[in-house]
């Protein structure tokens, strides 16, 4: 939080932020804060003295969804249920759950315009969730039974939205491939935008992650990254913002040999944070947005069905699909339960040279990862030299995989049949 000013009684509350001075203090347990629109200080005090202790026009309104709102996220905190759900299951919240739902109230609180929420009508919410639906259907839902709880304990729920059937809450199917995704990092205009494009693709960051990330999360010596699921953070206004991680725990992920090398060129160790460190935000959730120039990207790299959350996506559905990673790992360095890596992005194909390799006392992932890097390198040296198509890269791929398999197949068969007649 920004200092007070002065430790005079008449100038308690007043502090300076970028080119002004304002007043904060607190009235019915609600923080007020009052622009004084003035860079002298002594003008400043003077303003001060009536306005303080006087609501500000436009947050005595916002009084009730203010209260409305703590009450409801200490409840669930402290596991309490109103007389009305008495008989209905409700768990209680973790500190992280607490600090995205109270976010998620107060934006809708500011967004519906209304005055409490004993005022939210069902077409309110309806109208809420197709506004949220245009950017994703999963993230529209999920906001809507937050929003919904939080009435429904109120005891003051219109009803329920009614979600489409059929309707897909996720994009998981669309996805960059691993050479296209390195292809967009080596062609990036700009620094930021290619560690935008490494934490996604290379480290499946969410977009939070990537905006909140100091370069103190980072270890270049193990190459490692650490997201911490708590971490007070001074901004470059000198307020603080409590990151929380989504998943609520800390988790490492290794850091790849280009990303790593791409950090020990670019990182500010004094920096407070790697991505545009002079931003503070706004009213916004995270103090930077960084979607519009990723979007604006893929379009250039003509791929207009991609989304910023989709680097995420490829991230994950690259190491399900290598065969070179334990679902376990998967898990582990993308914040995602195992049951969820299962349902949306473990491969489900039968596959019989894993099961042979480990008969054998083999590690066929050695054998794949070295199959998997010579594809690579040949299909990009195809690409480089205009003998193949960007559209039919992973086509490419997959006929190249297959055969390559094939060909692994039979001379690891040739090399036990010579074994054996060696052995006779």
Not at 120 to 141: G, I, P
Not at 163 to 173: L, V
């Amino acid at each position: 939080m920004p200092k007070t000013a002065n430790a005079d009684p008449a100038a308690k509350g007043i502090y300076k932020q970028k080119m002004a001075y304002w007043l904060r203090y607190t009235l019915d347990g609600v923080q007020q804060r009052v622009n004084l629109q003035t860079r002298d200080f002594q003008e400043a005090v003077a303003k001060a003295a009536p306005l303080r202790g006087m609501p500000v026009a436009g947050k005595t309104e916002r009084m009730a969804w203010k209260k409305a709102i703590s009450g409801y996220i200490n409840d669930k905190i402290k596991g309490v249920r109103p007389r009305h759900l008495a008989g209905r299951r409700s768990g209680s919240f973790s500190p992280s759950t607490a600090d995205r739902t109270r976010g998620i109230l107060e934006v809708f609180a500011t967004r519906s315009g209304l005055k409490s929420p004993q005022e939210v009508k069902l077409k309110h919410l309806v109208q809420y969730y197709d506004a949220r639906r245009k950017t994703s259907e999963a993230s529209a839902q999920s906001i809507i039974n937050r929003v919904q709880a939080f009435l429904e304990h109120l005891n003051c729920c219109p009803g329920h939205v009614q979600f489409p059937s059929g309707a897909k809450k996720e994009k998981r199917t669309v996805t960059i491939s691993i050479i296209e995704s390195n292809l967009w990092i080596s062609e990036a205009p700009s620094d930021k935008l290619r560690f935008i494009l490494y934490a996604g693709f290379h480290c499946g960051l969410r977009r939070g992650e990537i905006v909140h990330a100091r370069p103190s999360w980072f270890d270049l010596e193990r190459r490692v990254l650490t997201v911490p699921a708590r971490e007070d953070q001074i901004l470059a206004n000198g307020q603080v913002y409590k990151w929380r991680v989504k998943d609520g725990e800390t988790r490492e992920i290794p850091i790849s040999e280009e990303f790593a090398a791409f950090l020990s060129d670019s990182l500010d160790p004094q920096s407070l944070f790697v991505l545009e460190p002079n931003k503070s935000g706004g009213k916004a959730r995270y103090r930077y947005d960084p979607r519009r120039i990723f979007k604006n990207y893929a379009l250039k790299m003509g791929r207009s069905d991609a989304f910023y959350h989709a680097m995420r996506h490829s991230f994950i559905s690259n190491l399900c699909n290598s065969g070179n990673h334990m679902i376990t790992d998967v898990s582990s360095w993308s914040g995602d339960t195992i049951e969820v890596i299962e349902k949306n992005y473990w491969h489900k194909t039968t596959r019989t040279g894993g099961l042979d390799a480990t008969m054998k006392g083999r590690r066929q992932s050695d054998d794949q990862a070295e199959l998997m890097n010579q594809i690579y390198a040949q299909v990009n040296h195809l690409v480089q030299s205009g003998k193949l198509d960007e559209d039919d890269v992973e086509k490419a791929i997959e006929t190249m995989l297959v055969r390559g398999r094939e060909e692994l197949e039979f001379t690891q068969k040739l090399l036990e049949k010579n074994r054996c007649d060696h052995s006779g």
